[in-house]
């Protein structure tokens, strides 16, 4: 009955926008058109505060204060280098802190990206339930599931600096400091995060090696181009543990305008996270927004495995209403998490359905504020955030 509502859900949204597309098709408006250089200049500030919801974390607050500038004098290709900093606070007292930066300099050239942020996420988890061994310990008892309530405490530090070394070829280095753990709320689930491998984890530190080939016209909201990264972190071991681990990190996207004037945008995205070697359980792969490896869709916590894949398609539209600046999407995704408990055939797909409204603040750098709704196995989930999911 559950996956008759999504096929039904989708044939809905499918006809929706054929019907959109039609109708708005007969629209003959220009985008707005800017003057580079004025643009370019000065600092601009916009401070963002919203709502969100998410299902592991419940109703909470966002308030993100961002700065958007051009470093470099008389650079007209860079990007818009950004400043951000965000906090978020949940009536089931999760919060999270942190700060981003993002430079592009030189016509370009040099692309650094330094950000940090941790918090306290009180969540439900999906885990297998415990018994009692003959030497008094506890154990997972692989052949049944619950619930556990749980907080996962979490910090991250992450940079890299890059050189294009070919037109739209970019190479480089960085530094990552990831650390993750879980605590029970109650006695029982305290037992459980114990016995599922998931208290006691220590941080890991390492090396990121990334590699990016982008053709995107527009960081923020592309109208066309490609992006391809891989991005490999080498976590070495932590307090003399057996836990160094490679994360293979892999992003593909591509951006395609349906008509000349760049109002009908056809946007895809496929992410793998692939583990090699002993990371801790609490490092494994999360499908679900909140401190997860997916943006949208499902509460993060309940579906946790060794390695990610996921797949979205976007259709994006930009109405000539408010000055170019309102804009509406349609999302179709699908995925899994796969490799410790399940093999890539036996992990279930986690189809996802949506639909969300955006509204430009910054309109020469395609900064949007947005507003999503989905649907999935796990239900309706609401989100409020900055720029785009991908």
Known sequence: MASLRIYITLLFFIGSIGIMYGQSSKKKKEMTQFDTEKEREGVKLRVVPGPMYDPSIKFGVFVAPILTYYPSKGDTISPNSMSSFYGMYTTNKSYILGFNTELYLKQDTWRIRVRGGGGGLNKELNL???????????????????????KQEVFQFDSYILRKVFPHLYVGLGFNYKSNDFVGNDARSDTLVYANGLTGSSGNSGIAYKLDFDTRDNINYP?????????????????????????????????????????????????????????????????????????????????????????????????????????????????KVYGEYNDFTEAEWLPVVGAGVRYTILPYARINIRFDSTYSKDGFIWYFGLREAF
């Open 223 to 335: 109208y066309k181009g490609y992006y391809v990264g891989y991005t490999g972190y080498q976590y070495f071991a932590s307090e003399g543990k057996e836990n160094k681990y490679l994360a293979n990190m892999i992003e593909l996207m591509g951006f395609w305008s349906l008509n000349p004037s760049n109002r009908y945008i056809i946007a895809a995205k496929v992410y793998g996270n692939i583990l090699a070697g002993s990371p801790e359980r609490a490092n494994y792969s999360y499908y679900g927004r909140v401190n997860g490896d997916v943006q949208r869709g499902y509460q993060s916590g309940r579906r946790v495995d060794k390695n990610a894949l996921n797949i979205e398609v976007e259709f994006r539209w930009t109405t000539p209403y408010f000055d170019n600046k309102l804009r509406f999407m349609g999302l179709l995704g699908n995925g």
């Open 128 to 150: 297998y339930d415990y018994q009692k061994g003959t030497d008094g310990n506890v154990y997972p008892d692989t052949t049944q599931l619950t619930d556990a309530d749980a």
